[in-house]
């Protein structure tokens, strides 16, 4: 089977990020995002600690140990970049004024249904961040994950057995095996990668997938 | 005169009860007062309630705090961060309350105290577990939950520039949560990096203003 590499992923998210478009980059893979949308496209990073149009990485040696992204990383500003406090920035997120929110997961249900804050654990801690504000406020929400857990088992699921981020909220999803959009009928793969094949990406997912059109 | 200018660090933190609920601006390791926060360690209040985005990271901040057995409860979004041992070491033993609270409404919750809110309904949480026993109501076809605000005996923020009125401008993402828990607490305590005569900061520009603040002290920036 061909598996995306995380960056291959990113890469393939990149090019649903239209022109002009005020997009977040939750933590871990999808900040890889922003390393590959088109050239020629000008996108407009927000990130929930309170920045609006921030660039790429500083050069070594001229971090401002100040700015930085979600994932606590450095950061440098573009011409016309913002800041502001905690709760303008959630309001943004609240507000719909996000176009695009890239988020992880643990699970994804086929009703849309996203869990990403807690695993259920007695011990280890739950951190909900601003995964919730940003599953219920930003008008088109993407997952970039694995197709299944590192033990195999699926995260696309008919029922989420984790706690909830959000209900319904999932627009779509960008695996290491295919593209998949939520639809009132469930699962419906947009695009599989190489040439996998329906009845492989389905064994490796725990709802029906409806064949690409 | 007005001048909220202190000289020392113990006499910024001043007198912090045992029991008291103490909000400290800052997300990852960008807008903390760390002076602050090793003078109320120094100080010794223990029982705290600690107001805070995230919980700390390896020998610093809030992190000094729970290591030194002076938290009972923490209430933030995002606690579990890489090298947070002394948060994940305290919630595996128990010793400490955790009330986790999404991002946005935790900033909204604090903004509401601030602006003298009884609450308010968000979109945010409703239906997960985080909702669980808090009121709810379906507006205009949307499920909301009502949150209650969340003021502080104190807030302990870090700005780059104070003026003897208390006037306050932050740098970069070092804004964050500090200019919203300006607002929530009965006593509020900035360290800045500089101190500027009055009149310096373009009122176009205050973020902050000095109505918040009640004491202001210049220290050397330490950053993690």
Known sequence: MIRFTPEQIAARCAQDIPDGAYVNLGIGMPTEVANHVPAGREVIYHSENGVLGFGTAPEPGTEDPDLINASKQYITMQPGGAFFHQADSFGMMRGGHIDISVLGAFQIAANGDLANWSTGSEIYPPAVGGAMDLAVGAKQLFVITRHTHKDGTPKLVERCSYPLTGASVVSRIYTDLAVIDITDNGFQVIEMHGENSLDEVQQLTGARLLPPA | ?224
């Open chain 2, 1 to 224: 005169m007005v001048n909220k200018i202190v000289d020392s660090i113990n006499e910024a933190i001043g007198p912090i009860s045992d029991g008291a609920t103490v909000m400290c601006g800052g997300f990852g390791s960008s807008g903390i007062a760390f002076n602050l926060l090793d003078a109320l360690l120094e100080q010794g209040a223990r029982e705290l309630t600690i107001i805070a985005n995230n919980a700390g990271v390896g020998e610093t901040g809030v992190a000094k705090l729970l290591r030194e057995h002076r938290v009972a409860k923490v209430i933030c979004s995002y606690p579990r961060s890489p090298g947070s041992i002394w948060f994940e070491r305290r919630y595996e033993e128990r010793a400490i309350d955790l009330e986790l609270v999404p991002q946005g409404t935790l900033a909204e919750r604090i903004r509401a105290a601030g602006a003298g809110l009884g609450g308010f309904y968000t979109p945010t949480g409703y239906g997960t577990e985080l909702a669980k026993g808090k009121r709810t109501e379906v507006i205009d076809g949307v499920g909301y939950v009502f949150e209650r605000p969340l003021a502080a005996d104190v807030a302990l923020l870090k700005a780059s520039q104070g003026d003897r009125w208390g006037n306050l401008v932050y740098h970069t993402t070092a804004r964050n949560f500090n200019p919203i828990m300006a607002t929530a607490a009965t006593t509020v305590i900035a360290e800045v990096s500089e101190i500027v005569e009055l009149g310096a900061l373009d009122p176009e520009s205050v973020v902050t203003p000095g109505i918040f603040l009640d004491r202001v002290i210049e220290v050397d920036q330490v950053f993690v």
